[in-house]
């Protein structure tokens, strides 16, 4: 079982950045895989990145790519996500996630209360 809480989101101009942040409960961390995914209002929840369980290999769609940056501190429990040249479509509640597998981790794995990203033009 692990708790995720995320934090960082907020309101920024076109072009911009924000990093966030996810801290995972507990002593098995580093046992998960992680993920980052968002639900913009209207739509279905996507995939947006993961990483795997040393923080050796990460995967994007194609949104985030060249843009976003997902990374990992085992030793202080704590997930994140760099995003870079923000644009207006990137709007969503963005969920941390956990599980097993880089193919899977934001569909099935577990997922926090999520952060507030809105970008304006």
């Known amino acids: 079982q692990v708790h995720l809480v995320e934090s960082g989101g907020g309101l920024v101009q076109a072009g911009g950045s924000l990093r966030l942040s996810c801290a995972a409960s507990?002593?098995?961390?580093?046992?998960?895989?992680m993920g980052w995914s968002r639900q913009a209002p209207g739509k279905e929840r996507e995939f947006v990145a993961a990483i795997s369980r040393s923080g050796s290999s990460t995967y994007y769609s194609d949104s985030a790519k060249g843009r976003f940056t997902i990374s990992r501190d085992n030793a202080k429990n704590t997930l994140y996500l760099q995003m870079n040249s923000l644009k207006p479509e990137d709007t969503a509640v963005y969920y941390c996630?956990?599980?097993?597998?880089?193919?899977?981790?934001?569909?099935?794995?577990?997922w926090g209360q999520g952060t507030q990203v809105t970008v304006s033009s």
């Open positions: 507990g002593r098995t961390f580093s046992s998960y895989v």
């Open positions: 996630n956990a599980g097993s597998s880089t193919a899977t981790v934001t569909q099935a794995g577990y």
